[in-house]
């Protein structure tokens, strides 16, 4: 009997720890979307790790922290910064419960259905995001059509960055 109450004392525990942890993520979360829609730049900073690296909907917005920093705090400063609702989120936890990962639905007003994943990790007892990563989902149907535009942008922007780097060595060579 004594092993049993053990079993279920070690079991309800783990269960209320998870159930804790789990509750202090998606507060982390919540407060992520909450503090940019209100431009709240310090606030909003503060939720993510040192090494944390963000990644935007563009291909080329790999920030590390400090990079994101400034990106973000430029665009708060206008008292404007976006707002996306959470429409479903997925949470799990590492077996040592001190990193967690998610994904979730978003909706933005202007655009429509985002999804955002990521990871936290347990920093001096605060859970703090070390990777988000904000994409914009294309539906199966429309991949071929979108993908298609998309390489043609990209070509169009290096052609572009080419001529540039070509008039730039002309006049540092002449």
Known sequence: MRKYLLLILLFSTNYSQNIRSEKAVNKVLNNLHLYASQASGEKYIDLFSEDAVFFGTD???RWPKEEFRTYAMGRFKSGV??????KERNIFFSDDGRTAWFDEILISKKYGE?????A??????????TQYNLLLPIPNDLMKKYSE???????KIKASKNEKDIFINFFIYF
């Open 120 to 129: 936290l990790k347990m920093v001096k007892n605060k859970w703090k995001i």
């Open 81 to 86: 910064g976006w707002t996306y609702y959470m």
């Open 114 to 118: 985002f999804r955002g994943t990521g």
């Open 149 to 155: 535009e998309i390489k043609e942008y990209y070509k």
């Open 59 to 61: 291909i080329s917005e």
